[in-house]
């Protein structure tokens, strides 16, 4: 066969990286039987020789020295534990649909070893968390990507639910004119973030309800002020409430879970010895309030008296 050498050197290399591991090393004898296999006739020398130049580009071959040399590819572009951790989050992802998720965790088996790739065989079980069904929304999310990065608007169409559970599209298929600025994944969910010219203000958009994402040749409308990390802060849930200005009264032990939500830069001013004020800028919404909820007491809003009194009314409708 015409280059031979070349053609055994790269099916060796693929199979070091398809077949081994530090628990499974190939031996000499396994690799010139893999070689035959593929119609190549060589020697010991001949994998020696091959091994030194794959070693030579690069590539992590390590040599279990004994009677007779056995060969494992050492690092890799991922370690199993880190494979692990990537598979953990697309199993567990509610962007992701079933069939894109089996794909993808088949497409990560690739980079590790066959033996390695069946401990990526794992299942997380999720409370109530259903798979979507829009496979088209990793096309969008690639549309809305290259918008934002060659700063263009985008149109697309939006679909919501009858009572029937049947998808229709809102305002007849109106397609909206969007200029996107961010995409944000928030409670498992990706959100498209940026200027809506039908709303006339910043707004967001599901992105697996997004329908037909195309690209435009406008030029995005411009907000140069517009903080991703400082948005998510302030809008709880991603609920586009009006912003407004809350002061909370906090006691010190829920200082950090002050800090977790709103960050470092979170105007706070002393009480007294056991409490503390933060002023933030919020959303009244839904999930705002279970958010003061959960600490029971420990958090209080003082004002203003609108949100107050929406609070209230919220706490007497769950009771």
Not at 270 to 292: C, L, M, Q, R, Y
Request: hydrophobic share 35%; net charge negative.
């Amino acid at each position: 066969m015409k280059n031979e050498s070349q053609y055994g050197l790269l099916l060796l290399q693929r199979y070091l990286h398809e077949h081994t591991d530090d628990q499974h090393p190939a031996s000499v004898a396994d690799i010139l039987a893999f070689w035959q296999e593929y119609g190549i006739q060589a020697g010991c020398k001949s994998v020696y020789s091959a091994i030194e130049v794959l070693q030579s580009s690069g590539m992590d071959t390590v040599c279990v020295k004994s009677t007779q040399n056995r060969y494992f590819v050492g690092e890799r572009l991922f370690e199993l534990p880190e494979l692990k951790l990537l598979v953990d989050a697309v199993e567990s992802s509610r962007f992701i649909t079933a069939k894109k998720c089996e794909r993808l965790i088949e497409k990560l088996g690739k980079l590790t070893s066959e033996s390695h790739a069946r401990q990526l065989e794992r299942h997380i079980y999720m409370d109530g968390t259903a798979k979507p069904e829009n496979e088209c929304i990793y096309y969008s999310v690639d549309e809305i990507h290259n918008a934002i990065q060659k700063k263009r608007q985008i149109t697309f169409q939006y679909y919501e639910y009858t009572p029937q559970k049947e998808k229709i599209l809102k305002h007849n298929g109106y397609r909206y004119q969007f200029s996107p600025y961010a995409l944000i994944w928030s409670r498992d969910c990706y959100y498209a973030v940026g200027w809506s010219e039908k709303h006339g203000k910043l707004a967001q958009f599901r992105v697996d309800r997004m329908m037909a994402v195309e690209s435009s040749d406008q030029a995005a409308v411009c907000m140069p002020d517009f903080d991703p990390a400082e948005y998510v802060r302030k809008i709880f849930g991603m609920y586009p409430d009006d912003l407004c200005t809350v002061e909370l009264l906090c006691e010190n032990e829920v200082m950090r879970s002050v800090i977790d939500r709103f960050g470092e830069e979170v105007s706070t001013v002393t009480v007294d010895d056991g409490h503390f004020k933060a002023i933030v800028e919020v959303a009244p919404s839904p999930p705002f309030f279970a958010w003061v909820f959960t600490f029971c007491g420990k958090i209080r809003i003082l004002g203003p008296a609108e949100v107050l009194d929406e609070m209230r009314g919220m706490a007497a409708w769950l009771q």
